[in-house]
Every structure is written in C-alpha cells, then in structure tokens.
C-alpha cells in the first residue's frame, strides 16, 4: 500500500525551523560519533554507487545495504537507508558534471526521519538515534520556531554541529494561503550591480528603507572590495596565522549579503501586500551569458545571487498570499513606459533615460523597474487565462476528444 502525505503536507508551504540543542558532554560525543560513521557510509555508498553506475535509489538500496551495514559496526537500519537516499539525491543532478565519486565530508549535516528522532514537545526534548543508542536532548530556539514544532507537521530533520554548537533544522509545512488578484497591479523590482534592487515605486534597495549596518549599494560594494582584498593578502602570505585568519572570516560576506537579501525580499513583499498589488521581477535566466560585462566588473557580476534574491521573494510572497510573477527583461531599461518606444539612444548613459519621442526622463533603473510592473500584469493575465493566447495546449487536445467506447472499434 502507497503511503500517502497529508493535504497539508502536499499543497503547503515548506520551511526550515532551527532548533538549539543543549547535549551533556557524554551526550555531544554521542552525536559526534553518530555524525562521522553516517557520513562515512555515505561515502562508502558513493563509492559503490559510481563502481558499479547504479544511482537510482531502489536499485542502490539492492546493491549498498547489506554491504555498508557489513563493513561499519553501529550503523542501524535506517540510518544505512537514509545513507543511500542522500546518495542518491548527490548523484540526481551532478551525475554527469563528476569526474569520481562523491565523498562526503566527515562532520557535514546528516538527516533524521521520523524513524530516527521523536519530539516530546510537552518537555522541550528530542530523542536522537546514536551508534550507542538514543540519546534524549532538550532544545531550545525562537519562539515563532517553537510555536512551528509544536503546531505545524513536521519532515527530515538535519543534525549540524557549528563551532562547537548543535543545530537541529526541521523541517515543517506551513498551510498555504489564498492568493490574492493583484487588483492594483505589481511592484516591479530591477535589479542590477550598480543598484542591487530599485522597485517601481523609486525605492533603492539597499537604502534608508531598510533597517541594518549597510547604508545603501555604495556601502555594499565597498565592503565587497575590501574582503576581496584582504582575501586575496591572506592567500598570497600563506602562514598559518593566514589561513588562521581565512577560515575565521569564510562565510562572512555571503552571510551578509544573504541577510540584505532577506531583507529587501521582505520589504518588497510588504509593500506590495499593503497596497493590494503583486510582485514582478526579472527572469535571470541567461544572465550571465547574455550581460557582456567589463572585465573588472566580471567579479561583481558573477558573485551577485540574482536567484537568491528572486527565491527568497518568491517564498515570502506565497507565504503572503501576494501574487509572484517572472517577466521577459529584454529591453526593460530601454523601453518607454509612458509611448512604448524602444530605441538604445534612449540610454544616453548608464544611469539616465530620456526618451527620445515623447522626452520621458528619469533614472534608467527606476524606467525599467515600471516596464517590470507592466509587463507582470501581461503575464499574470497569461497565467490565469492558459487557454486565452490559442496556442495549442495538450490539456485542451486532452479534453476535447472523446472518450474510449468500451466495447472498441
């Protein structure tokens, strides 16, 4: 029989929720331990999995089990079946860039399931499986993270140990809300190198608006130099007082441009849920191959997640019940929004737009974040009318013929 996931599970919303562990020593060591031999049947899985070409899950479970679960003492059951779905989702969309089998590092995340973990939400503790049996932990976190365990249906789990810290991050379903018709049409977001994100309404992102040490895209931009530069001094000394030094700051910038990115989806999505409109911004598809970029501008091109900023406002605005659309940005930032006229002497330079027929003027970013906005009412009419364009769908080919007589020809 199918096991079949609850309604909740199936058309909610996932997200992450991070609980804090509080082990006793004997209790971390357990954990540590538990972390080094599910990582090291990971890698002897892999190495199985890339000798002999089998990759999909089924046939590797055939193939892997029995032998991982001979060659390491402790591993249990379900901790050798979680070993080889990890296994099987490495290799699922990098199977053909790998030049040799993957290895897994020996204190990376591991996953939990229901059959490794259980909550005892009454007491603030989890039960944890370890080579030396179940350990019970109590856990600590935000209070929005603890209202979500004790409320909301819960998946996989990943156990992480950082500097010293357990984390526990689970897995919960939010129930998604309605989607609201976008009645005052979209929030358009341009986003660029220059300016990280302006919308249609004049707002610069990063800027006054948002709370935070950064003070606006100048600011950004130079905090990327300096960590450039002081990277690059670190790596050509070489000492271990350098690499000391690298590893205390790895991660850093991309921490702080993940946390602009949380906040200027956040503000994007807030604005637009407050005034009843959508959120429109460009499909990055391409980008890089299609932008030709200086070459000392080929590093800030290159090291801008464009995705992630687009992922987290996608989340936040099904969260929000706000509508979320992908537009065409061909000839965003050249187009008229007021004549439609498209012309590239409409740029006369990199920041400014004048239209040349109607003498429409004004900031080349904020111009194209309004063609944005228009062009997400065009494809939000798309989106809810599939039929409408003509073209042939296989749903409509689908419903119109008839259906099979019983007794055949």
């Not at 296994?87 to 990098?94: D, E, I, P, T």
């Not at 659309?325 to 965003?332: G, M, R, S």
């Amino acid at each position: 029989m199918a096991i079949r996931r609850s309604a909740t599970k199936r058309h909610g919303l996932p997200t992450i929720v991070r609980l804090r562990l509080t082990p006793t020593p004997g209790q971390a060591e357990a954990l540590a331990a538990a972390v080094l031999l599910c990582n090291q049947a990971a890698t002897v899985v892999s190495r199985l999995a890339w000798q002999h070409r089998v990759f999909a899950v089924v046939e590797l479970h055939r193939l892997a089990y029995y032998e991982v679960r001979s060659q390491l003492a402790g591993l249990g059951a379900q901790a050798a079946v979680r070993a080889i779905a990890r296994v099987a989702g490495a290799y699922a969309n990098r199977r053909a860039s790998k030049k040799h089998a993957h290895i897994f590092r020996p204190h990376g995340a591991i996953p939990y399931d229901a059959r490794l973990m259980s909550f005892n939400r009454d007491a603030r503790t989890v039960s944890l499986w370890t080579p030396t049996g179940r350990v019970t932990i109590p856990y600590t976190g935000r209070p929005d993270d603890l209202k979500a365990i004790d409320t909301l249906p819960m998946g996989e789990a990943d156990l992480v140990c950082r500097r010293g810290v357990w984390l526990l991050q689970v897995a919960v379903t939010l129930p998604k809300p309605v989607v609201g018709e976008p009645v005052h049409g979209f929030v358009g977001v341009d986003q660029g190198v220059a300016n990280l994100a302006v919308t249609s309404d004049g707002a610069v992102l990063p800027g006054p608006a948002l709370p935070g040490p950064v003070g606006g895209n100048g600011h950004v931009r130079t905090l990327w130099e300096r960590r450039h530069r002081q990277r690059r001094r670190l790596q050509k000394k070489g000492t271990s007082a350098a690499r000391r030094v690298l590893r205390r700051l790895s991660g850093r910038e991309r921490r702080m441009m993940t946390d602009l990115n949380h906040q200027m989806s956040k503000f994007v999505v807030r604005e637009a849920e407050r005034t009843g409109r959508g959120v429109a911004l460009e499909d990055p598809q391409g980008i890089r191959g299609r932008v030709r970029a200086h070459r000392f501008q080929r590093r800030t091109l290159h090291g801008w997640a464009f995705a992630q900023q687009i992922a987290f406002t996608r989340y936040k605005a099904a969260r929000a019940g706000v509508a979320f659309v992908l537009v065409d940005p061909a000839y965003t930032s050249q187009a008229c929004p007021d004549c439609g006229h498209v012309s590239r002497a409409n740029r006369p330079a990199r920041g400014r737009f004048v239209c040349t027929r109607c003498g429409l003027a004004g900031h080349a970013d904020h111009i194209a974040a309004r063609n944005i906005a228009t062009r997400g009412i065009a494809g939000w009419a798309v989106i809810n009318q599939p039929h409408a364009t003509g073209l042939p769908s296989a749903r409509r080919d689908r419903e119109s013929k008839p259906p099979d007589s019983a007794g055949g020809s």
